[in-house]
């Protein structure tokens, strides 16, 4: 007889390889969460620097946001996305008081991979077209389609698909430039317009970029570059799609990162800081005569859950909260501090830190690896991450990395204190010296 006391297991989603085979014990099942902490089922307590995967932006464990998915809960808990409703139309009016002037048209979904896939199809549906270039290395989604933007290799079940072209992004020129962060970015709009002519330009729809480009470690899009994408795209009618799933709802220290690099998109798509994690949410916001054009032609597009009504109350409430509490006001006063004790540690430790970046409260420290000396072989950057990483988790602060592994990436909740940043930098000083 099989015991009844065999622990079920599921598959962990962002981990691959010997991650996945984890079984679940008291010491890694997550039971709480409370402002950036989480509690583990042994009664451990760690402090989450990375946001859950950059979501929590106003704090675990919030009363006011239960309440507010317990009120919708009870006055409307589901109608059909073909409806209109109350929540999904008082959500649409709060967005129109945070979003950029010109974008004035959401339509709502799951998460950030299926809006990815709206902006993109809705481009398609007006341009005729159907080339999307995407920057490489990025991240934009998690679907068999959606891989195909994200500058990656494929999952080797995947499904090549020939109309997403990839160009070299800053990241992945900056060693070439020298280190020289805008040269990098000068390069990757050259890189960017030959790709497009080698291809033909007016046969593209859309160019989909991050504000602020997580996987290749919190690289901003320098100002020249935002204006050179938007440039290229008026040039040859293409959409640009501004994807602030991860920089959107105050990351940056700007309501939208676009705000921050001097972006000028034709549509946002939004999901994750959206409803600080509290329920699920993604929407993608078109710019005004796009959206009137798809209300004429008409657009179909959408799924069963999209723009659900508990989804829209979490958001709501987490704009209110953004907005009484400052939390973005907030998310760029401590994203400063973090960023000055970086800087300081790069300043203190120059063989094993080779920058520092970002904006707001997505940041990277990117480190160098070790040179090779008679007596040590050479280390490279992402063990020393894996080190820093260890070090930082034996003393309770749960940090990841760059898509590479070469850096760490920080990207707290907004309520995020002093004291608990001056802790990082003592954990970080003495990781740093001992690798």
Same mark, same amino acid.
């Given at each position: 007889m099989r015991s009844s006391s065999r622990r079920p297991f599921y598959l962990n989603l962002w981990y691959t390889g010997e991650a996945a085979a984890r079984r679940a014990t008291a010491a890694n099942t997550v039971v709480g969460s409370h402002g950036m902490s989480l509690t583990f089922g042994n009664g451990a307590t760690v402090e989450d620097w990375f946001g859950q995967y950059f979501? =929590? =932006?106003?704090?675990?464990?919030?009363? @006011?946001?239960?309440? /507010?998915?317990? @009120?919708? /809960?009870?006055?409307?808990?589901?109608?059909? !996305?073909?409806?209109?409703?109350?929540?999904?139309?008082?959500?649409?009016?709060? $967005? $129109?008081?945070?979003? !950029?002037?010109? $974008?004035?048209t959401p339509q709502f979904g799951v998460g950030g991979s299926d809006a990815i896939e709206n902006a993109m199809r809705a481009a398609r549906?007006?341009?005729?077209?159907?080339?999307?270039?995407?920057?490489?290395?990025?991240?934009?989604? @998690?679907?068999?389609?959606?891989? =195909?933007?994200?500058? $990656?290799?494929?999952?080797?079940?995947? @499904?090549?698909? !020939?109309? %997403?072209v990839k160009t070299s992004s800053p990241y992945e020129l900056w060693e070439a430039a020298g280190r020289d962060w805008a040269r990098a970015n000068d390069l990757a709009l050259e890189r960017a317009e030959r790709t497009m002519a080698?291809?033909?330009?007016?046969?593209? %729809? %859309?160019?989909?970029?991050?504000?602020?480009?997580?996987?290749?470690? %919190?690289? !901003?899009?320098?100002?020249a570059l935002s204006r050179g994408l938007r440039a290229l795209c008026d040039r040859h009618g293409i959409k640009l799609i501004a994807d602030e799933v991860v920089t959107g709802f105050g990351r940056t220290g700007r309501w939208f990162g676009s705000q921050t690099v001097g972006l000028v998109p034709d549509a946002i798509v939004c999901a994750k800081g959206m409803t600080g994690g509290y329920a699920p949410l993604g929407a993608v916001v078109f710019e005004r005569s796009w959206g009137e054009w798809l209300r004429r032609k008409g657009f179909n597009h959408g799924l069963t859950f999209g723009g659900h009504p508990l989804g829209c109350a979490a958001a709501r409430a987490t704009i209110r909260i953004l907005k009484a509490e400052r939390l973005v006001e907030r998310a760029a006063a401590m994203g400063r501090r973090l960023r000055d004790g970086l800087e300081a540690l790069r300043a203190a430790h120059p063989d094993r830190v080779a920058d520092v970046r970002g904006s707001g409260l997505l940041l990277a420290l990117q480190i160098e690896p070790g040179r090779a000396r008679r007596s040590r072989p050479h280390v490279t950057a992402a063990e020393r991450v894996t080190a820093l990483s260890a070090a930082a988790r034996q003393a309770g602060l749960l940090l990841t990395t760059t898509g590479d592994g070469s850096g760490l990436l920080f990207a707290p909740a907004f309520i995020v204190t002093p004291r608990q940043i001056d802790r990082l930098f003592g954990v970080l000083d003495r990781g740093l010296a001992a690798i």
């Open positions: 979501v =929590n =932006n106003i704090g675990a464990g919030r009363v @006011d946001v239960a309440r /507010a998915l317990a @009120d919708q /809960a009870r006055r409307l808990s589901w109608v059909s !996305p073909s409806s209109f409703a109350e929540v999904r139309l008082e959500l649409t009016r709060d $967005l $129109l008081s945070v979003l !950029p002037r010109r $974008l004035t549906r007006v341009t005729g077209r159907t080339r999307v270039l995407t920057f490489s290395p990025c991240y934009h989604g @998690d679907t068999i389609t959606i891989e =195909n933007l994200c500058g $990656l290799p494929l999952t080797p079940y995947g @499904d090549r698909r !020939p109309w %997403a080698r291809h033909g330009a007016k046969t593209f %729809a %859309a160019v989909v970029v991050e504000p602020v480009m997580w996987m290749s470690g %919190a690289v !901003p899009l320098s100002p």
